[in-house]
């Protein structure tokens, strides 16, 4: 089982944090590499009994440290894999600021487009605006020359309509003359003899 442990150890984790959790345990199993002490200078152990109570110490304490360094392992392997799922939420998040990042991107583009466009469309209307202007001031100057000559017009026609009336009351008064006239002559004409005819044999 000590075998076991020490070969997961060495094979499965390779992260630092494993190895610092389990830096403890491996400590331990190396205080334990104590030597076993000899029948012959010491004494202590003279009979079988000893030695079996011994190593079953030994067996013992072993299986408690595999069992410390069982757990550090657990741990470590659910703080990797906490660790990779974090990792992998990251990762997801910073896919998804990348392409919120792109649209963004894409949306400042249209809206330049679009700026682009309205300052184009300004610029037009400001023309636009500075030529109706121009043909507004050039209008309202034909208008007061019109004004002009209509007030020119005006008063020439007046004068004529007064040239008018007074050419017709002369006409009217011809007229009133030319029927006198014709009156005068006939009446004339009237009193006039009337010639006698010639006597022929």
Avoid at 49 to 68: A, C, M, P, Q
Avoid at 161 to 167: D, M, P, S, T
């Amino acid at each position: 089982m000590w075998f076991l442990a020490v070969n997961l150890t060495g094979s499965t984790i390779s992260d630092i944090s494993l190895q610092k959790n389990l830096g403890f345990g491996n400590s331990l199993l190396e205080s334990d590499h104590e030597s076993f002490p000899e029948n012959s200078k010491s004494g202590s152990l003279s009979t079988a009994s000893n030695i079996y109570d011994y190593y079953e110490t030994k067996v013992s304490s072993l299986i408690r440290k595999f069992g410390i360094l069982e757990a550090q392992l657990l741990a470590a392997i659910a703080s990797k894999e906490a660790s990779e799922k974090n990792l992998a939420s990251a990762f997801k998040s910073r896919q998804e600021m990348d392409n919120k990042l792109t649209d963004t991107l894409k949306e400042i583009e249209l809206l330049r487009e679009k700026l682009a466009g309205a300052e184009l469309a300004q610029e037009d209307a400001s023309n636009l605006s500075n030529i109706v202007h121009s043909d507004n001031v050039r209008l309202e100057h034909d208008v007061a020359f019109l004004k002009a000559i209509l007030d020119d017009t005006q008063k020439e026609l007046h004068s004529t309509r007064g040239v008018l009336a007074g050419e017709r009351a002369r006409a009217f008064q011809l007229q009133v003359e030319v029927f006198h006239l014709k009156q005068r002559l006939q009446s004339m004409e009237n009193r006039a003899p009337t010639p006698r005819k010639p006597f022929h044999v």
